[in-house]
């Protein structure tokens, strides 16, 4: 079994910058891929962010130059760099986790006001 814990969501103005981060534990022994998704009230749940067991990094269009995926060498940590926050980044931020079936995080609120 997986838990996902997820920390750094909060509220910024626009044009502001946040800080996800994303720490895996339980039965893991290996670097799994990794990343996060987000869903804003009404819409579905969309893909922000992967990153491979190796790290390499994909990313939306609508975040791709302002937000960075990265991790850390060494375990299964995530990180979510997000500038250049716009209003319609507001949303419910889920990390994953893909060891054997999708693990999924409970979710971390972003609120970009104006």
């Known amino acids: 079994q997986v838990q996902l814990v997820e920390s750094g969501g909060g509220l910024v103005q626009a044009g502001g910058s946040l800080r996800l981060s994303c720490a895996a534990s339980?039965?893991?022994?290996?670097?799994?891929?990794m990343g996060w998704y987000r869903q804003a009230p009404g819409k579905q749940r969309e893909l922000v962010a992967g990153?491979?067991?190796?790290?390499?990094?994909n990313y939306a269009d609508s975040v791709r130059g302002r937000f960075t995926i990265s991790r850390e060498s060494a375990g299964n940590t995530v990180y979510l760099q997000m500038n250049s926050l716009k209003p319609e980044d507001t949303a419910v931020y889920y990390c994953?986790?893909?060891?054997?079936?999708?693990?999924w995080g409970p979710g971390t609120q972003v609120t970009v006001s104006l």
């Open positions: 994953y986790c893909d060891h054997g079936p999708r693990n």
């Open positions: 339980g039965r893991i022994f290996s670097i799994r891929p």
């Open positions: 990153i491979t067991s190796g790290g390499s990094p």
